[in-house]
C-alpha cells in the first residue's frame, strides 16, 4: 500500500486548509439567492427539517439515500429534479438509478409546500434542501441553501446511464466528468466522502472480489482482512455492506482513514489514494475533520448550483412526478 511522508501531509494539509478559505469564499459569487423564498414561502426550511428527520427516525438509510438522490440529479442536466420524474425511459428507470431511494421523502415534502406555499417552491430546491437536511440529521455539518432553481421538463435514461459513475472508472475519468460540470480535484475527493455512510450492493464489487481486471483473482489492493469478510459478506450479488465498515451510520473521516488502509469498497474510492492527484488530499482530510466539513459544506453549495439548462425552459411543478400540464 502507498504510504506518504510527514512533510507530504503537512504540505497537503496547508494546501487543504487554504482551499477551504478559498472555496468557501464562492459563498459569495453565488448566482442563486438565499433569500429567494424569504416572502414568499418563509416556512420552507422549517417544513423540509421536519419531514427529513420524520423519514429518517423512521428509517436511518434514508439519509445517505437523499445525499446520493441529489448527486444523481445534479450531475445529469444540472439540479433540475429530473431525477424525480416517473415515466417510461425517465432517468429514474435507468440502470444507474435502480438502487436510488428517498423518492418518498420529496413527494411528502412536496405535498406540505403545496398546501402552505401553492405553486411556489419547485421540486429542485426542496431536494438541494433534504440533502442538506439529511446531512445534518447524520451529524454532518450545515450550510446555506441558496434557492431559485427551476424543474426541468426532459428526463432520459440514457443520459444516466452515459453520465453517472458506476465505482469503476479510473481518476482520469472522474477528473474529467467533474470539470465538465465545474467542479475541480479538491470536489471530487471532498464529495466522495459522502462515502463514510451508506451502503452498495455486492453486485458493485463483486468482480472486485472474485475476478479483478480478469485475472480470476481477488483485487491484491484490498486489506486482506476486509477481503476475507466481504468475500463471506457478498456471496449473493443482491446483498448490501456498508461503505465504511467502520463507523457506517456516523459523518466522519473514518471513510479517508479506510482508503489508507486498503477498505475502500468502490474502486473509485480506492484509486483516490493511489492517485498522486488525489492521494495528498486523503492523507490530509483523514485527520482534520473540521477540515473536511467545512470543505463538504463549500462542495455541497457548488455541487447544488450546478445548471445545465436554461431557466426559462424550467417551471415550478405541481407534482415532483410528471411535468405540468399545458393548461397549468
Known amino acids: 500500500m502507498k504510504s506518504f511522508s510527514s512533510s507530504i501531509t503537512f504540505v497537503s494539509l496547508t494546501a487543504a486548509l487554504f482551499l477551504v478559505a478559498t472555496v468557501s469564499s464562492q459563498f459569495d459569487d453565488i448566482d442563486l439567492p438565499f433569500d429567494y423564498y424569504s416572502l414568499s414561502c418563509p416556512q420552507l426550511e422549517s417544513i423540509v427539517q421536519k419531514k427529513v428527520e420524520e423519514w429518517i427516525k423512521k428509517d436511518y438509510s434514508l439519509a445517505p439515500a437523499l445525499m446520493r438522490l441529489h448527486f444523481h440529479d445534479c450531475f445529469v442536466r444540472g ?3 429530473s431525477i424525480m420524474l416517473d415515466h417510461e425511459g425517465s432517468e429514474k428507470s435507468a440502470k444507474a438509478s435502480k438502487t436510488l431511494r428517498g423518492f418518498e421523502v420529496i413527494d411528502d415534502i412536496k405535498r406540505e409546500l403545496e398546501k402552505e406555499c401553492p ?10 434542501a433534504a440533502a442538506r437536511d439529511a ?3 447524520v451529524g454532518g455539518p450545515f450550510w446555506m441553501v441558496p434557492y431559485g432553481r427551476k424543474d426541468g421538463i426532459v428526463s432520459m435514461a440514457k443520459e444516466a446511464d452515459q453520465l453517472i459513475p458506476m465505482g469503476h472508472e479510473l481518476v482520469t475519468d472522474l477528473l474529467e466528468f467533474f470539470q465538465s460540470k465545474g467542479l475541480n480535484v ?3 475527493v ?3 466522502g459522502a462515502h463514510t455512510i451508506g451502503r452498495t450492493t455486492c453486485e458493485s464489487l463483486q468482480y472486485r472480489l472474485y475476478n479483478y481486471n480478469g485475472t480470476k483473482k481477488s ?9 476475507n469478510y466481504l468475500e463471506r459478506k457478498c456471496r449473493w ?3 448490501y455492506v456498508d461503505l465504511d465498515a467502520v463507523t457506517p451510520k456516523k459523518f466522519d473521516v473514518q471513510y479517508y482513514k479506510n482508503l489508507q488502509k486498503g477498505m475502500g469498497i468502490l474502486l473509485t474510492d480506492q484509486l483516490l489514494y493511489t492517485d498522486p492527484r488525489t492521494a495528498p488530499i486523503v492523507t490530509a482530510l483523514a485527520t482534520q475533520p473540521h477540515v473536511f ?3 463538504f459544506a463549500a462542495s455541497m453549495v457548488k455541487m447544488g448550483n450546478i445548471q445545465d439548462y436554461l431557466s426559462i425552459n424550467g417551471e415550478v411543478r405541481l407534482n415532483c412526478e410528471r411535468v405540468n400540464s399545458p393548461n397549468y
Open 119 to 128: 405553486k411556489t417552491v419547485s421540486c429542485a430546491d426542496i431536494l438541494t
Open 79 to 81: 439540479c433540475d429534479a
Open 190 to 192: 471532498v464529495l466522495s
Open 219 to 227: 483485487d491484491s489492493g484490498l486489506d486482506h482482512h476486509y477481503l
Open 237 to 239: 450479488a443482491s446483498e
Open 293 to 295: 466539513e467545512n470543505l
Open 135 to 137: 446531512t445534518i440529521a
Open 186 to 188: 479538491l470536489d471530487l
